[in-house]
């Protein structure tokens, strides 16, 4: 059974900094790579970022460039995002979510997905 388990929410202040966790069971990330994305109240899922199983290369929507980090842990098979120097814009449910098509990611195109954990900033 697959599993993509986050953990690593809560409630910073602007300025702040968050490290997201997503721990996977089921699938190796050499065969998957894995994202980020986002959904803030009223509006529609963002892709954050995705981290290709083929090319070890990240990707990030332009909002959290320079300020958000992924990267993976395969002994552990967990996937992380380190956000820094937060923004109330920020705030949103974070899923991670695990493909095969490393470049289909960001439309969504992924084949499995965690439940979400909140982040919230205050400003």
């Known amino acids: 059974e697959v599993q993509l388990v986050e953990s690593g929410g809560g409630l910073v202040q602007a300025g702040g900094s968050l490290r997201l966790s997503c721990a996977v069971s089921g699938f190796s990330f050499d065969d998957f790579s894995m994202g980020w994305f986002r959904q803030a109240p009223g509006k529609e899922r963002e892709w954050v970022s995705t981290l290709s199983s083929r090319t070890g290369i990240t990707t990030y929507v332009d909002s959290v460039k320079g300020r958000f980090t992924m990267s993976s842990d395969r002994v552990k098979n967990t996937a992380y995002l380190e956000m820094n120097s937060l923004k109330p814009e920020d705030t949103a449910v974070y899923s991670c979510?695990?493909?095969?098509?490393?470049?289909?990611?960001?439309?969504?195109?992924?084949?499995?997905w965690g439940q979400g954990t909140q982040v919230t900033v205050s400003s």
């Open positions: 979510a695990g493909g095969r098509v490393d470049f289909r990611l960001r439309y969504g195109a992924a084949d499995y």
